[in-house]
C-alpha cells in the first residue's frame, strides 16, 4: 500500500501489469496506463536511467529518483527496479523528505 508496483515487458518496455493503487498514489487509474509504454508515464531519461540500472549493479544503483509531473505538481519516488526473465518491475515509493534528528 505504500508504493506503486509496475511490472512491464523487456522487450517493448509495455505496462503489463499494475498495482491498484495507482490512482491513489498517481492520480491516474490503472485502467489508462495498462497496455501503455512506459514513456506515457516517465520521461525518456527516467526510462534511460531504469535501463541503465538493468545493465548494472542494481544494489548501487537503486533507488532511482523518479518524478512524475501530474497537472501543477511534481510527485517525487524512489524508483526501485528489479528483474525477472523477461519482465522488469518498478516499485515507486514516494520520497520523504530528508529529516534531521532532534537531539536537543
Known sequence: PHAVLISISAAEYIILQLSLNT???LGIKP??????PLSS???EEEII???QCLSEDF???NP???KLVRDSSTL???GIVHRHQAII???LEPTLPNRKADIS
Open 59 to 61: 544494489e548501487c544503483v
Open 31 to 36: 485502467q489508462e496506463l495498462l497496455n501503455q
Open 89 to 91: 518491475i518498478i516499485e
Open 49 to 51: 536511467a531504469i535501463k
Open 64 to 66: 532511482l529518483p523518479i
Open 76 to 78: 517525487h519516488f524512489d
Open 41 to 43: 508515464l516517465l520521461s
Open 23 to 25: 490512482y491513489d498514489m
